[in-house]
Nanobody, 125 residues
């Protein structure tokens, strides 16, 4: 089985910074894409940023220039550095990873999709 464990959320003033981390563990052969999503009360979950295994990144327009996603493949960990935070960034942030559990799956199958438990980010104005 695979687990994604997030950390780094909390309360920050507008204009401040936070760094989220998400570590994957368990039966992992390789990890394809990793990403961060967020969900605010009453809203749908939305993509914040994603990064492929070779470092190609995608960002939501609302966070471009303020957030940076990165990953450490040796540690199976993805990070989200958030700067210049705004009250509208407040949400529960979820880590996502596409994981191959075996060499066979990597060659002949599709990756399995995993989610973290979520970490709360609160931004005070």
């Amino acid at each position: 089985q695979v687990q994604l464990v997030e950390s780094g959320g909390g309360l920050v003033q507008a204009g401040g910074s936070l760094r989220l981390s998400c570590a994957a563990s368990g039966s992992i052969f390789s990890i394809n894409e990793m990403g961060w999503y967020r969900q605010a009360p009453g809203k749908q979950r939305e993509l914040v940023a994603s990064i492929t295994s070779v470092g190609t990144t995608v960002y939501a327009d609302s966070v471009k220039g303020r957030f940076t996603i990165s990953r450490d493949n040796a540690k199976n960990t993805v990070y989200l550095q958030m700067s210049s935070l705004k009250p509208e960034d407040a949400a529960v942030y979820y880590c996502n990873a596409e994981i191959y559990g075996s060499p066979y799956a990597s060659r002949y199958g599709s990756p399995d999709d995993y989610w973290g438990q979520g970490t709360q980010v609160t931004v005070s104005s």
